[in-house]
């Protein structure tokens, strides 16, 4: 039974999250590669618990994607009615009994409602299943300071009842693996734990044409967050305009919403004079938009504090962007030794990186092979549905 609650909670939100992404990825995925073993389930956002039509998850899954990639003025309504269908066409049907001699094994690529222990049980009871599910990171615990307020209590509710109940784990990093691993050794019962790269690309994804022509720029991915560090890209493009002025540098996108604790972020933003016209914030777009915009630009920068995985920079190595990120172990597991590693505290560095990469005309740029086989999401689940099947006989 693949947990769809995530998704189901994210009915008005057009513009998905990675962890959106990755729900989408695993019931895609498992469609093509278990259709007959498959079975749907969530929370419903009225509250209640069970089993989804199978025809009304597909519907489902298709709008969704078609809003993830829809433009234009219209799509605000058309969004406002796919979950309206979907609350009526998903509402959650009764467990059906278990047979003699068949296994259920309840899948959970998100930690949505892991805060609530006791939901969560009464679920496995219901369902008469074990349990497997994908941990992102532990970022909230081990950097409180990069999280709301409180993050890193809910967190650790999260992890205490995957510690409690889950009977496998799937980390998507060695690094997140590492980070779960104490936990793990205190369970008073055995956990299997693996590791599965997030998937890229995804199959049937077209490749996008980069934009032609035009001035430098280069692209940021993910949310405004503290943890991202976006001040240091901010600093850096203030400084490289009152030094070189404002014709001499490249521009800076960023793609991302605006999350929280980024007080300093937004009002360099909205009120920085030198910034304008250099730094363009884009913080809702359609996917292929995304791809887009990466496929042509001069670098990734991705200066971040701490990540899980750094799905961007395989994205931007799988289409021969170059990558400058900071040094972290989740990073070079994403990326090998193909992208510049910088320390994210290192200005200096980075303008001087940035400043190499805009110099270097188009032409002459090679498209950085990885040295780290990029992971496709069918090698992924395959590690998945081992994990499955082994606790299932």
């Known amino acids: 039974m693949l947990d769809l609650s995530r998704l189901l909670s994210r009915l008005l939100h057009s513009t998905p999250t990675g962890v959106d992404r990755v729900e989408m990825a695993y019931a895609r995925g498992l469609m093509r590669t278990i259709p007959g073993q498959l079975h749907f389930a969530g929370l419903h956002p009225n509250g209640t618990y069970g089993r989804l039509d199978g025809r009304a998850v597909r519907r489902f899954l ?12 219209a799509r605000r309504a058309r969004l406002w009615l796919h979950a309206a269908r979907a609350v009526l066409a ?26 609530n222990e006791a939901r969560v049980a009464a679920i496995l009871r219901r369902e008469r299943a074990r349990f497997v599910c994908l941990v992102h990171d532990l970022i909230p615990i081990e950097f409180p300071e990069y999280v709301r307020a409180g993050g890193d209590k809910l967190h650790r ?36 734990l693996r590791v599965a790269h997030l ?35 901010l600093n850096v493009w203030r400084r490289m305009v009152e030094t070189c002025g404002g014709n001499a540098i490249p521009k800076l ?36 938009e995304v791809r887009r915009l990466l496929a042509g630009a001069r670098a990734l920068l991705l200066p971040s504090f701490a990540e899980g995985f750094g799905m961007p920079v395989s994205e931007a190595l799988a289409m021969g962007t170059p990558v400058i990120c900071s040094d972290l172990p989740a990073l070079r597991e994403a990326g090998g030794s193909t992208p510049l590693y910088l320390d994210p505290l290192d ?8 400043a190499n990469a ?33 606790l299932a006989t």
């Not at 690529?109 to 805060?115: I, K, N, T």
């Not at 049937?204 to 976006?230: D, L, M, Q, S, W």
Request: charged fraction near 25%.
């Open 62 to 73: 298709d709008r969704t994607e078609a809003d993830w990639n829809d433009v234009g003025q």
């Open 90 to 115: 998903l509402h959650p049907r009764r467990v059906p009994a278990k047979r003699e001699g068949v296994s259920r094994i309840y899948l959970q690529a998100s930690p949505h409602h892991l805060d």
């Open 157 to 192: 509710r999260r992890i205490a009842t995957l510690v409690r109940h889950a009977d496998g784990i799937v980390a998507n990093s060695a690094a997140t693996l590492d980070s779960f691993r104490p936990f793990a050794a205190a369970a008073e019962r055995p956990i299997m």
């Open 199 to 233: 998937g890229f690309p995804d199959e049937g994804a077209e490749e996008p044409a980069a934009p032609r022509g035009g001035p430098p720029y280069f692209v940021c991915i993910g949310t405004i967050e503290p943890r991202k560090n976006h001040l240091l890209l």
């Open 253 to 288: 996108i960023l793609v991302g919403r605006r999350g929280w604790e980024n007080e300093q972020v937004v009002d360099m933003l909205e009120r920085c004079p030198a910034l304008r016209g250099h730094v363009e914030e884009r913080g809702r777009l359609p996917d292929r």
């Open 347 to 354: 200005g200096i560095a980075w303008m001087r990186a940035i």
């Open 358 to 390: 805009s110099a270097e005309p188009v032409a002459e740029r090679r498209a950085p092979v990885s040295t780290v086989p990029l992971p496709t999401w069918s090698e992924h689940l395959a590690i998945v549905l081992d994990l499955v099947h082994r």
